[in-house]
C-alpha cells in the first residue's frame, strides 16, 4: 500500500504585488519521507513554506493535511479557506524550524519547548516536561532546561527549536534553511540531528543550501527557481546526474 499524504499543495500561486513568487507549485509528501528544496535565492522557498504553513495566504491552488482540507479553489479559481476551526487543526499537524531559532528569549529552554504544548494544547504539565526531557536528551542537551536561550550556543538554540517543534508531536517538520545562520562547526551539529530524525522517519521538508546534505538525507530533492520546479527527482540522481540546464547550473555553482 501506498504510504498516506501527509501534506499536499497543488496548482500553488501567490504574487506580491507586481510580482509573481509562486507559479503553479504542486507537491505532496508522503508520510515518512524527506523531501529537500533547493533552489537560487528569491526562487519562491520560503514563500512556498509559509503557504504550506498558513502564514501567508494562497492567491490560488489547494492545501490539505491528510484527511483535512485547509483551502479549495473556488469557481473563480481563487483559493478559498476553511474556517478557524479546521486552521486551527491544521497548525497542530506541522512544526516549524526558522533560519534564525526564534526562541522566547526570556523564557528557559524548557519554557520555550512546554509553554505550547501545555498551554495550546492542554497536555498535563508532567507528561509534557517528561517528553521535553526525552527530546532534550535527544538532541544532546541534557542539562540546559534551565538556561535561557543567550547562554546557549546558535547550534544549541537551533536544536532547542526542534525540540519544541517535536514536542507538539507534528505528522510533519518543515526547515527553512535551518544552518544558514550557523558557523560550519555548529552547522554539523544542527544536521546531524536532522539526520537522526530522518532515521527515524521523521516526515521532513527541509530548504538548504547544504547540498551534500540534502543528496545523503533527502528521499527526493525539489529544485525552484522563478517560482516554479524546475526539477525534481531522487535525491541522489538529481544531485549526481541533474537533466535541466539551470539544475545543472545551479548546482556546479554550489559545489
Ligand atoms: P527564497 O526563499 O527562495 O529565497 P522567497 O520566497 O523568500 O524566496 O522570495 C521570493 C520572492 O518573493 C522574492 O522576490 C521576494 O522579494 C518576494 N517576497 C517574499 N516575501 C515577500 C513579501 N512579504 N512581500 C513582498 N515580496 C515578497
Ligand atoms: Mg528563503
Redesign the pocket.
Known sequence: MQDATVVSIEGAR?S??E?V??KDISLAVRKGEVVA?I????????????CMTLL?TLDGGTLSYGDLTVAENDAAGRTAYAGKAVQKEAKTRFGLVFQNFNLFPHYTVMKNITDAPIHVQKRPKEEVEAHARTLLSKMGLTGKEDMVPCELSGGQQQRVAIARALALNPDVLFF??PTSALDPELTQEVLKVIRDLAAEHMTMVI?THEMNFARDVADRIIF?EG?VIVEEGDARSLVNDPKHERTKAFLSRCT
Open positions: 501567490k506580491f504585488g510580482t513568487v509562486l528544496v533552489g537560487p535565492s528569491g526562487g519562491g522557498k520560503s514563500t512556498l513554506l509559509r501567508e527553512d534553511e530548504v525552484m517560482g
